[in-house]
């Protein structure tokens, strides 16, 4: 079984929707064993530093050095995700980024050439079913328009 760290922000509604229904999605594949830093206990109250934000930290960095693949909601850029997905990347991890609002939208350069890029579940589905998503590539192409 493929480990799939799930990386995604769900700190305003929007967000927590998309997280709820994309990890429930990953869930539902039965193929991989997910990492989702919200119910893995990576969800705090904010404030000033405790030992328990740095457990949350320790741990979504091992998730990730442990995974196969990651996937990223990129909608709403929650820079904790934008920094997951960074980290992925320098350790060599196979990223998916995943964005139903991006429409016809130009795609950030950094992101359409470091992973793959999902529009909607089906896309992601197929992505995940194609072996070569989880092949490591330094550099990746994007049909849509880059800004």
Known sequence: MKKLYFAGGWFNPKQKEEHIRMGNFLKSLKKFDVFNPRIAGGDFKPGLETERMTQ????????????DIVVAITDYKDMGTLWECGFAYANNKPIIYYCETLGDKP??????????VAKNLDELKELLE???????????SYEGIIE
Do not use: C
């Open 56 to 67: 949350v930290l320790m741990n979504n960095i091992n998730a990730i050095l442990e995974s």
């Open 107 to 116: 795609f950030n350069l950094m992101l359409a050439k470091t992973g793959r």
């Open 130 to 140: 194609d072996e070569q998503s989880f092949v490591f590539s330094k550099i990746h």
